[in-house]
């Protein structure tokens, strides 16, 4: 995505209207904004511009809720992982394509082996947050 998109002012603001993105202040107007953000990440590259523009907004919005509400800078990236797999519910088994299979998924779940590099940018798109989270 790049910042010098053209949008179409109408269309965009025709997804303003539907999404309605706020200063998130509650665990449900993040969850609402979350769920929004997955069905344009789905998309993949099919994205129009609006939508990547939306999309930007609404991860913006995520990230300065998650920032203020969920200590995770203090944490290691292993307590940062389970942090962010409790606050999403995400299961285990939804992470074995993410970190490359089963087995080493329930290794840097359980803490006996640490988080690559690969697997930091993996969790980092997933998550929809910063690679150096889990460095």
Same mark, same amino acid.
């Given at each position: 995505? #790049?910042?010098?998109?053209?949008?179409?002012?109408?269309?965009?603001?025709?997804?303003?209207?539907?999404?309605?993105?706020?200063?998130?202040?509650?665990?449900?107007? *993040?969850?609402?904004?979350?769920?929004?953000?997955?069905?344009?990440?789905? =998309?993949?590259? =099919?994205?129009?511009?609006?939508?990547?523009?939306?999309?930007?907004?609404?991860?913006?919005?995520?990230?300065?809720?998650?920032?203020?509400?969920?200590? &995770?800078?203090?944490?290691?990236?292993?307590?940062?992982? &389970?942090?962010?797999?409790?606050?999403?519910?995400?299961?285990?088994?939804?992470?074995?394509?993410?970190?490359?299979?089963?087995? #080493?998924?329930?290794?840097?779940?359980?803490? =006996?082996?640490?988080?690559?590099?690969?697997?930091?940018?993996?969790?980092?798109?997933?998550? *929809?947050?910063?690679?150096? &989270?889990?460095?």
């Amino acid at each position: 995505m #790049t910042a010098d998109l053209a949008i179409n002012t109408r269309r965009y603001a025709k997804l303003l209207a539907e999404t309605l993105p706020v200063v998130i202040e509650t665990e449900a107007e *993040n969850e609402r904004m979350l769920a929004k953000v997955e069905k344009l990440i789905d =998309k993949g590259e =099919k994205l129009t511009a609006e939508e990547q523009t939306l999309l930007r907004l609404m991860t913006h919005l995520i990230q300065d809720f998650e920032d203020r509400h969920y200590q &995770l800078n203090a944490s290691t990236p292993r307590g940062i992982l &389970l942090e962010l797999m409790e606050a999403r519910s995400v299961k285990a088994s939804e992470l074995w394509g993410v970190l490359g299979s089963r087995g #080493t998924t329930s290794e840097v779940i359980s803490g =006996k082996r640490g988080i690559s590099k690969a697997q930091a940018r993996a969790l980092a798109q997933f998550f *929809n947050v910063s690679a150096e &989270l889990f460095i």
